[in-house]
């Protein structure tokens, strides 16, 4: 078993690399790598994609890494390899982004990247620090997750999802906050799992024992 973080040029995958290999040393899982290379990709049996920054830069730079893209598709897409989205990595699996300028996302998950408008305006933007998940839907991904276990935030811009169906956790930032989505053999954290605790670690061990 083969699990690929992607790499290109979109934030320190240190602290994510060392938590999937943690997790997959304890589940089981077998190898962990972080890479930039499409051959990886189209051979590896899980594909997680973190993001830091900007939606249109991360999308261009993804973009920009030759047939990457494309290999990553190819896995989820044609072959239903599984899949993790981390904070923009997630956000990307959206129709559209709206920060600075619309900007296409991969359209896996309908729905849009918009700018969180607190009801309350003394609420700061970003949204950063611990928050408390809200469970919408099971999955087997939030297996001994509950309502009320909170993960570590970071960012400006929310995934506002079409299907509700789809939106599987949200939080309560004065007004409700897509924290995890997923479909099919996808899934997608707004959130860092990885700086996430204990909650991060058993979402990663989770998918990492995914069996879609």
Same mark, same amino acid.
């Given at each position: 078993?083969?699990?690929?973080?992607?790499? %290109?040029?979109?934030?320190?995958?240190?602290?994510?690399?060392?938590?999937?290999?943690?997790?997959?040393?304890?589940? #089981?899982?077998?190898?962990?790598?972080? &890479?930039?290379?499409?051959?990886?990709?189209?051979?590896?049996?899980?594909?997680?994609?973190?993001?830091?920054?900007?939606?249109?830069?991360?999308?261009?730079?993804?973009?920009?890494?030759?047939?990457?893209?494309?290999? *990553?598709?190819?896995?989820?897409?044609?072959?239903?390899?599984?899949?993790?989205? *981390?904070?923009?990595?997630?956000?990307?699996?959206?129709?559209? #982004?709206?920060? %600075?300028?619309?900007?296409?996302?991969?359209?896996?998950?309908?729905?849009?990247?918009?700018? *969180?408008?607190?009801?309350?305006?003394?609420?700061?933007?970003?949204?950063?620090?611990?928050?408390?998940?809200?469970?919408?839907?099971?999955?087997?991904?939030?297996?001994?997750?509950? &309502?009320?276990?909170?993960? %570590?935030?970071?960012?400006?811009?929310?995934?506002?999802?079409?299907?509700?169906?789809?939106?599987?956790?949200?939080?309560? %930032?004065?007004?409700? *906050?897509?924290?995890?989505?997923?479909?099919?053999?996808?899934? #997608? &954290?707004?959130?860092?799992?990885?700086?996430?605790?204990?909650?991060?670690?058993?979402?990663?061990?989770?998918?990492?024992?995914?069996?879609?």
């Amino acid at each position: 078993m083969l699990t690929v973080l992607v790499d %290109y040029d979109s934030g320190n995958l240190h602290s994510a690399e060392k938590a999937f290999q943690r997790m997959a040393a304890e589940t #089981g899982a077998g190898e962990v790598i972080v &890479t930039s290379r499409p051959e990886d990709v189209a051979r590896a049996d899980r594909i997680v994609l973190p993001g830091d920054g900007a939606f249109p830069a991360c999308r261009r730079a993804l973009g920009d890494h030759g047939g990457l893209f494309e290999a *990553i598709a190819e896995a989820v897409r044609v072959k239903g390899r599984p899949f993790m989205g *981390i904070c923009v990595g997630m956000q990307m699996m959206a129709t559209w #982004g709206r920060e %600075y300028e619309d900007t296409p996302g991969f359209d896996w998950i309908g729905g849009e990247v918009t700018r *969180i408008t607190p009801a309350d305006p003394h609420l700061k933007v970003p949204h950063m620090g611990w928050n408390d998940l809200v469970i919408d839907h099971p999955h087997p991904v939030l297996d001994g997750i509950a &309502t009320g276990d909170h993960a %570590y935030f970071v960012h400006s811009y929310a995934f506002r999802v079409a299907n509700p169906a789809e939106r599987l956790a949200h939080v309560d %930032y004065a007004g409700d *906050i897509t924290a995890i989505i997923g479909a099919g053999t996808m899934v #997608g &954290t707004q959130f860092h799992p990885e700086k996430s605790q204990a909650v991060g670690l058993r979402i990663i061990g989770n998918f990492l024992r995914w069996a879609p």
